[in-house]
């Protein structure tokens, strides 16, 4: 019945970012009768939500073949291709979705991470040096320079490409680390007056960084200026608690969760403690990304974004876009309609209570660490379920938790046992920190509070 076939291709379209699995049940119809675009996102959901290697392969190649739309079916045959080590087949892959759409500019980053991936640097810094052009890419793309300059040993590069960097603040892509490489790499060049007003600079944008402070008494003998977080510090005698960042490998698709924080963890947690993940690392190892070249904004959500300030999740067409994806569309009408009219009552928050958890859960674009910043980062699938996970593989409590340095912490998710209130103000100043520290894990112990 082609006109019932064409409704589940329709339907599967518009829920398989927030219901994957009933999106496979639509699609779940003879392959030989899709459409490219179709078959494109069965090829997605097989690899990112099935973890079906061979079939998503299978499907994306297909996808292909046929034509139309078939953005999702390149970069999954590309992740295919890579974890197979087929490094080269896997850029031409993603080179030749490019090709097909040379107007979408974020596939400029993906192919650098790429072709960086796959040890071909020189060409990465080429696709980089292009990115530079275009301004809604130049900061990821100066954020990689960059860095690149600097591990190849060319100081001068390196101190150019910092100094542009440094000079987008405030921007999320500018870390506190990024003022203290600029910094060291001027003092190295003769420029002390130079470093010092970059320690300086950095130390006012990010009080709460001991480094920079560090750097300035060493240097020039000098106290940072001071001021104010905006979220005051936790006092861990008095709260009665101890907090231990821990370093952990990459979270992504590949590595998956349990078995990262269970090797990083292990030999300091005990069964008295809780184990707090950052939300954004738990849906990175689920797979929960989506590259900007990926996603279309619709009319609707260039509208409502325009609502929502110059900060914050939603505050662009993409972010929006994902959160009418997470939703659905009727849902986020009626939270921008609450939001709109409880906002002369002076109440925030209505559009999340009304669009759904999910959608406060999206990640601003540029707010995570690269190269997942060209990607929209959205909430992870069923917490609940991934604390229990943790739980039993840990043998001690677990949470999920999203903070940051602006707002304080939200437990999204915690095993049976977590007292969330405690773990709230435990982590309310996010000792994980909020750029490269790459801690997503903080083990949470209760110690006796001072009298």
Same mark, same amino acid.
């Given at each position: 019945?082609?006109?019932?076939?064409?409704?589940?291709?329709?339907?599967?379209?518009?829920?398989?970012?927030?219901?994957?699995?009933?999106?496979?049940?639509?699609?779940?119809?003879?392959?030989?009768?899709?459409?490219?675009?179709?078959?494109?996102?069965?090829?997605?959901?097989?690899?990112?939500?099935?973890?079906?290697?061979?079939?998503?392969?299978?499907?994306?190649?297909?996808?292909?073949?046929?034509?139309?739309?078939?953005?999702?079916?390149?970069?999954?045959?590309?992740?295919?291709?890579?974890?197979?080590?087929?490094?080269?087949?896997?850029?031409?892959?993603?080179?030749?979705?490019?090709?097909?759409?040379?107007?979408?500019?974020?596939?400029?980053?993906?192919?650098?991470?790429?072709?960086?991936? @796959?040890?071909?640097?020189?060409?990465?810094? /080429? %696709?980089? &040096? !292009?990115?530079? #052009?275009?301004?809604?890419? +130049?900061?990821? *793309?100066?954020?990689?320079?960059?860095?690149?300059?600097?591990?190849?040993?060319?100081?001068?590069?390196?101190?150019?490409?910092?100094?542009?960097?440094?000079?987008?603040?405030?921007?999320?892509?500018?870390?506190?680390?990024?003022? @203290?490489?600029?910094?060291?790499?001027?003092? /190295? %060049?003769? &420029? !002390?007056?130079? #470093?010092?007003?970059?320690? +300086?600079?950095? *130390?006012?944008?990010?009080?709460?960084?001991?480094?920079?402070?560090?750097?300035?008494?060493?240097?020039?003998?000098?106290?940072?200026?001071?001021?104010?977080?905006?979220?005051a510090p936790v006092q861990e005698e008095q709260l009665g608690v101890r907090r231990l960042p821990v370093r952990t490998e990459m979270i992504t698709a590949r590595t998956g969760v349990l078995d990262v924080v269970d090797t990083a963890?292990?030999?300091?947690?005990?069964?008295?403690?809780?184990?707090?993940?950052?939300?954004?690392?738990?849906?990175?190892?689920?797979?929960?990304?989506?590259?900007?070249?990926?996603?279309?904004?619709?009319?609707?959500?260039?509208?409502?974004?325009?609502?929502?300030g110059s900060i914050g999740p939603l505050h662009s067409p993409a972010g929006m876009q994902g959160a009418i994806m997470e939703a659905g569309r009727p849902r986020v009408v009626l939270g921008a309609l609450a939001a709109v009219a409880?906002?002369?009552?002076?109440?925030?928050?209505?559009?999340?209570?009304?669009?759904?958890?999910?959608?406060?859960?999206?990640?601003?674009?540029?707010?995570?660490?690269?190269?997942?910043?060209?990607?929209?980062?959205?909430?992870?699938?069923?917490?609940?379920?991934?604390?229990?996970?943790?739980?039993?593989?840990?043998?001690?409590?677990?949470?999920?938790?999203?903070?940051?340095?602006?707002?304080?912490?939200?437990?999204?998710?915690?095993?049976?046992?977590?007292?969330?209130?405690?773990?709230?103000?435990a982590l309310n100043d996010n000792p994980a920190g909020n750029q490269d520290e790459r801690t997503p894990v903080v083990i949470v112990r209760r110690i006796e509070p001072e009298s």
């Open positions: 019945m082609p006109l019932l076939r064409s409704y589940r291709l329709w339907r599967a379209r518009r829920v398989w970012l927030r219901d994957p699995a009933r999106a496979l049940r639509l699609l779940d119809d003879d392959e030989a009768a899709m459409d490219g675009q179709s078959l494109a996102l069965v090829a997605w959901l097989a690899l990112r939500f099935q973890g079906n290697e061979k079939r998503a392969e299978r499907v994306a190649r297909l996808a292909l073949a046929r034509g139309g739309d078939t953005r999702l079916a390149s970069e999954a045959l590309a992740e295919v291709l890579m974890r197979r080590g087929e490094s080269d087949a896997a850029i031409a892959a993603l080179r030749a979705g490019r090709e097909r759409l040379p107007e979408i500019k974020w596939y400029e980053l993906t192919l650098s991470d790429l072709l960086e991936e @796959a040890g071909r640097s020189e060409e990465a810094e /080429e %696709a980089l &040096e !292009r990115a530079l #052009a275009e301004p809604e890419l +130049r900061r990821h *793309a100066l954020k990689r320079l960059s860095r690149l300059a600097l591990e190849r040993g060319d100081a001068d590069r390196a101190r150019g490409y910092f100094a542009e960097l440094v000079a987008l603040e405030p921007d999320y892509l500018v870390y506190a680390s990024d003022y @203290a490489t600029l910094g060291r790499l001027q003092l /190295e %060049a003769g &420029e !002390r007056d130079a #470093a010092r007003a970059t320690w +300086r600079q950095g *130390a006012e944008v990010y009080p709460r960084n001991g480094e920079l402070g560090t750097l300035l008494r060493e240097h020039f003998d000098e106290d940072p200026p001071h001021a104010e977080p905006n979220i963890t292990v030999g300091i947690r005990t069964s008295d403690d809780v184990i707090a993940l950052a939300e954004s690392a738990a849906s990175a190892g689920q797979g929960r990304l989506i590259g900007l070249e990926l996603i279309e904004p619709e009319p609707l959500a260039r509208v409502l974004s325009r609502f929502v409880t906002k002369p009552l002076g109440r925030r928050g209505w559009f999340y209570r009304v669009a759904g958890q999910a959608t406060a859960l999206i990640d601003d674009v540029a707010a995570a660490l690269p190269p997942n910043d060209h990607h929209l980062v959205l909430g992870p699938r069923d917490p609940d379920r991934l604390a229990r996970d943790l739980a039993q593989r840990l043998g001690c409590g677990a949470a999920i938790v999203d903070a940051n340095h602006l707002s304080g912490a939200w437990v999204v998710a915690a095993s049976p046992g977590v007292d969330r209130e405690w773990l709230t103000a």
